[in-house]
T-cell receptor, first 115, second 114 residues
């Protein structure tokens, strides 16, 4: 699986958009970009994923650059409950494949949302 | 409704003991996982089972033995516990299909070995 690089930490004011960047310059054609987050003392939670098109769901938006070497997770209106570690993961294919669903977590970005 | 549950939530034990952590999912998923999160907060996969069959074993010591009595349960048994085994252990599950993307994680079991 391709390696990802994320900033160690970021701050965001409550109610503002939080934009979390991720670099994945070695991503290959069949690899997806996944985002998970881990709120303190809880298990990781899936947020969103994408291959090459921008994606949006009820939690966030994912913007992937045209060359797919980087992406940005956008939380449109951050709340205090969005304070967490956010992980950008690049993984081959879908549920099957040689990785069989294995997620490789990096250090992630600690997002702190303040009042 | 708890999707992925783990017991116990906390486990404190002494070196050399044998202990088990249980995991159950009620999502009807085929695939289950064990992850370990150490004191530096790195989260690493240990095992993956698909329909009771081991499919991923990430160079975990033989003292760790997962057991899957059915596809809704994946238990982790640890023999001869060592100080370095202290960590938070997370169970997860996902559907095993070409259209599946997300894994659902349990709340974690904090293991402390003294």
């Amino acid at each position: 699986d391709a390696k990802t690089t994320q900033p160690t930490s970021m701050d965001c004011a409550e109610g503002r958009a939080a934009n979390l960047p991720c670099n994945h310059s070695t991503i290959s054609g069949n690899e997806y970009v996944y985002w998970y987050r881990q709120i303190h003392s809880q298990g990781p939670q899936y947020i969103i994923h994408g291959l090459k098109n921008n994606e949006t769901n009820e939690m966030a938006s994912l913007i992937i650059t045209e060359d797919r070497k980087s992406s940005t997770l956008i939380l449109p209106h951050a709340t205090l409950r969005d304070t967490a570690v956010y992980y950008c993961i690049v993984r081959e294919g879908r549920g099957g494949g040689t990785s069989y669903g294995k997620l490789t977590f990096g250090q992630g970005t600690i997002l702190t949302v303040h009042p | 409704d708890t999707a992925v549950s783990q017991t116990p939530k906390y486990l404190v034990t002494q070196m050399g003991n044998d202990k088990s952590i249980k995991c159950e999912q009620n999502l009807g998923h085929d695939t289950m996982y064990w992850y370990k999160q150490d004191s530096k907060k790195f989260l690493k996969i240990m095992f993956s089972y698909n329909n009771k069959e081991l499919i991923i074993n990430e160079t975990v010591p033989n003292r760790f033995s997962p057991k899957s009595p059915d596809k809704a349960h994946l238990n982790l048994h640890i023999n001869s516990l060592e100080l370095g085994d202290s960590a938070v252990y997370f169970c997860a599950s996902s559907p095993f299909s070409r259209s599946s993307y997300e894994q659902y994680f349990g709340p974690g079991t904090r293991l402390t070995v003294t």
